[in-house]
């Protein structure tokens, strides 16, 4: 019989040393890391009080729920869950459209071609990254301290998150533009405001919108689920029906979630390519 | 050197100038059009999400005393000329802390793992049947379009108060994330050092390991490390619904109108936030470096 036997194993040995012969550092270094995050995870396991029994008493409870969940019934208050997946709706809309308008001036402020000094920049980004550090649930409940129980909290806790998200995401927008035509609006005799409204909003513009419309998009998510914490909308419903376990209209409202979310990612998807062009979205 | 500009005769110019006003106006009204719907869309939003800008102007004194407010010390000092005083439960909030990072851990890792395996059977170009990929990719999809939290407060009635639920709420919220980017990465992969290892007589499961597997880890290590970042972020609130780590500290401190220690919390999170991500961007910035360089 021939075949690979016949192959010189030797001679590739000792071609290809550092396939065959690794150092020891190079070949532990994997299972190393391997062991490591497994010794975590199990460190983990056992301070998070996972015990084999609660798990599969969990699980045995999920069944029963899911069980329980069908099937998916509004009951009597279809109209109240409708008003609040609408109230969702507005919020998200609201929310991410306030942050855009506050945060493009701002941006042009933490971009590097506008403001060349960093010692400008550096508190205006901080500041930005700090608003983004907070989540928006967070945000929820200082607004809710502010103006009281329902959907306008909602709408400013949207509002101030995403105008951190914004202001980062457009500044590096603004960034990325191209020079040339600011130069020659400043060839021309424009001030430094023609600069900009001459020169870089064209261009940014389109990108700003894109990035708009998709923020509406999965704000929808974040906005079903502020009401958890009393911010309006249909997480305020979904929670309470949590809480007094009527799980048929628990399966109903994660049902109107399902399709509110898919409707609203495929018109904005559909709006994203109208405005800037189905190559540019990638 | 002088330049003439030629100055066209009055007719041409004028036939030039409506051509020009024709073309632009179409554009304008479409971009009218688009306004006004927005607007109108606004205005729809506004009624619908109850917005009262006299509530706003009354209240909004409220926002700024509440900053006021949280960064103001029992004695009626500001926070920061007494740090002991200020962050004076630090021992407790840094436990807290350790536990939502451990929960976004374990969370990330489990949620990582049920990616790994489920991805080849959603990507197109690995999936052994159609209707396998159909279902796998269903569930995916079901599993990160229902926010995390919403799975924590189920998971917290069936397994009962504490971590556990967070950990497998964002267990399950990660798997539906990462599995559609693994998958996308898969879709991405060269196919020829699969057919290779097919043509040896491979089964299914070697031609993953050998041939797609190498290829893909570097990607999945990025996007596991991006999930981990925003996991940390979600783990802090999911104490909100009772599901472990320091949201729980916050949501009481908030209620109870414990002013300076909610500002205490907030800034160990931010700091937290941001250590891990600096951290993050170094190790992927790492992973990829040393991708390049190969």
């Known amino acids: ?282 | 050197m002088t330049i003439a500009v030629s100055i066209l005769p009055e007719q041409q110019l004028a036939a030039l100038n409506a051509a020009y006003g024709q073309a632009v106006a179409r554009r304008r009204w479409r971009l009218l059009f688009g306004a006004a719907v927005f607007a109108a869309a606004l205005l729809l939003a506004a009624i619908g999400a109850e917005v009262n800008l006299r509530t706003l102007f009354t209240y909004f004194g409220n926002f700024v005393s509440y900053f006021d407010r949280i960064f103001t010390l029992d004695n009626g000092q500001r926070v920061w000329t007494d740090f002991g005083e200020w962050l004076w439960g630090w021992r407790k909030w840094l436990k807290m802390l350790g536990e939502t990072l451990l929960i976004s851990y374990v969370g990330t890792l489990i949620g990582a793992t049920f990616a790994f395996v489920l991805n080849f059977f959603a990507a197109e170009n690995t999936s052994p049947a159609p209707w396998l990929r159909f279902v796998v990719r269903r569930l995916l999809e079901f599993a990160r379009t229902v926010p995390g939290i919403v799975f924590a407060l189920i998971f917290v009635i069936a397994f009962g108060l504490g971590p556990m639920a967070g950990v497998l709420a964002i267990a399950i919220h990660s798997t539906g994330a990462l599995g559609k980017l693994f998958s996308e990465i898969v879709e991405n992969a060269d196919m020829k050092p699969v057919e290779g290892v097919r043509s040896t007589g491979a089964s299914w499961l070697s031609c993953m390991r050998f041939a797609i597997v190498p290829q893909v880890t570097a990607g999945y290590a990025s996007y596991a490390l991006l999930r981990f970042e925003i996991n940390v972020r979600e783990a802090s609130v999911m104490g909100f619904v009772g599901a472990g780590g320091i949201g729980q500290e916050l949501v009481v401190a908030i209620r109870k109108f414990y002013y300076s220690d909610v500002s205490a919390i907030l800034l160990t999170i931010i700091v937290t936030v941001f250590i891990i991500d600096i951290a993050t961007g170094w190790l992927r910035g790492r992973l990829f470096g040393k991708e390049a360089r190969r």
């Open chain 1, 1 to 282: 019989m021939t075949g690979p036997q016949q192959v010189d194993t030797a001679q590739i040995r000792a071609r290809y040393p550092d396939v065959f012969d690794r150092p020891a550092s190079a070949r532990l270094a994997t299972p190393a890391m391997i062991v490591a995050a497994f010794a975590i995870l199990v460190y983990g396991l056992v301070d998070l009080d996972f015990s084999p029994s609660r798990f599969f008493a969990g699980l045995s409870q999920l069944g029963w729920i899911s069980l329980m969940m069908i099937p998916p019934d509004p009951g009597s208050s279809l109209p109240v869950y409708l008003k609040a997946l609408g109230e969702t709706l507005s919020i998200a809309l609201l929310g991410t459209t306030l942050a855009a308008v506050f945060a493009l001036p701002v941006s042009l402020l933490a971009a590097r071609n506008i403001v060349p000094s960093k010692i400008l920049r550096f508190p205006i980004r901080r500041f930005l990254d700090s608003i983004r550090g907070v989540d928006t649930l967070i945000w929820a409940l200082v607004w809710i301290n502010v103006v009281g129980l329902g959907p306008f909290a909602g709408v400013l806790a949207i509002a101030v998150s995403d105008f951190g998200a914004f202001g980062k995401l457009f500044s590096e927008a603004i960034e990325g533009a191209d020079q040339k035509q600011v130069e020659g609006i400043r060839a021309s005799g424009g001030s430094p405001l023609h600069e900009i409204r001459f020169g870089l909003l064209p261009q940014v513009l389109p990108v700003i919108a894109g990035q708009v419309l998709y923020f509406i998009e999965s704000n929808t998510r974040s906005a079903t689920i502020i009401g958890i914490v009393g911010a309006g909308g249909i997480g305020l419903q979904l929670a309470e029906q949590i809480r007094v376990l009527e799980w048929q209209k628990v399966s109903f409202l994660i049902l109107m979630i399902l399709v509110a979310v898919a409707a609203i990612d495929f018109v904005s998807s559909k709006l994203r390519f109208a405005i800037i062009g189905r190559r540019a979205v990638a």
